[in-house]
């Protein structure tokens, strides 16, 4: 594994880092009092503003490749690039790279018709338009997503889809045009992972209810515009579906890989800023006569800080290198360990961060609770680490199976009486009986 950027990767590196300096961190408290002023269902001034500086210089979806109108970077290239933009909450949108839109773009470009790229994909890669993702449901466990309950029955040449739907992010935003639903058109296959479809939804459609926006611990729009959205005899055309008729699963799992990686390269790059703010926090600070950066507790917590981000930015990019090399099926078990690594690290990271900031580590000036709020919202958002750490432990059982254990020395049953007696501290034998003394 080769993890060198290649020359074109820190030009952009290096741009974006300078219009984070330019742009994104002078400009974050006006994004901050633009939301809470706002509230959710606003459009923000400052995104709109530092958007067209971001296209102008070049800086717009990096996260796709050259034919499905990106800048051509793989996983691996891209990693870095998504670290610098996860230092802020204010700046993946700017570059047309946040969540759900870069999903959803993957997703059309990847599984979509022609005609269905260009009235969504095209206005979308623009910029001129914003998406959603509507699968999670209040009323079952949706961590298994084939619990999914909502409806989708064909009527003549169209569809029509009833369901309610929460942490539908994007919901509020009045720029959002288009949601991608997941619900069930053949609930009674046998072969549960056949049951789903999904469907290109517009948001204009009658019977689609936008029922409220909903806080992540008590943030509203930042650090994600969720929302909780009703769907009432929506009847949208046969030609909004995506690939086909029960497809809609493997389109969930093909679309949350890369979605999956993404989040956690943008934490490794906020859990790098709170761990600088942490060092300049314990400098400045003087209490009881030293500075916190004095004391052994608060440099055992930098030092802790330091191993796990490099850690979890170690395993993120052979996640990456392992997509690209091996596809995202392949390298499932890497995607699902950083997915569980990553939000745990950046909540530790980040709340030793506000434990030093005191008082004002829990209010917004210094941005951390809604950096705290994002780490544990991805604790759960794109499948929680128990349903991750489940699949690890299965296909760490069964990469075992096949295993010599004489070539491994790996025997897990117990040692046999003969050999336990022969083992150091056993009972010797009497002469000539066989039996110990």
Known sequence: MDFELPGKVQDLQARLQDFMAAYVYPNERRYMAQAEALGPWAVYPIIDELKAKARMAGLWNLFLPHHEGGAGLTNLEYAPLCEVMGRSHLAPELFNCSAPDTGNMETIARYGTPEQKKAWLEPLLAGEIRSAFAMTEPLVASS???????AIVRDGDDYVINGRKWYTTNATDPRCAII????????????????????????DTPGVEVIRALPVLGFYGVPDRAAEVLFTNVRVPASNMLLGEGRGFEIAQGRLGPGRIHHCMRLVGLAERALELLCRRAELRTPFGKPLSENAVTLERIAESRIMIEQCRLLTLKAAWAMDRFGNKVARQEIAMIKVAAPKMACQVIDWTMQAFGGGGVNT???????????RLLRIADGPDEVHAAQIGRTELKSHRNTDPARSGTLATPLSLETA?????????????????
């Not at 298994?144 to 909502?150: F, G, K, V, Y």
């Not at 007696?421 to 000539?432: A, E, H, K, S």
Request: proline content about 10%; glycine content about 10%.
């Open 144 to 150: 298994d997503a084939t619990n999914i309950e909502s």
């Open 180 to 203: 991608i639903f997941m619900g069930k058109t053949d609930p009674a296959n046998p072969d549960r992972h056949k049951q789903q479809s999904m469907f290109l939804v517009p948001m």
């Open 365 to 375: 000036d210094y941005f951390l609770g809604s950096a705290y709020a994002t780490a």
């Open 421 to 437: 007696r022969q083992m150091p501290g056993g009972r010797p034998l009497r002469p000539g009986t066989g039996s110990a003394s």
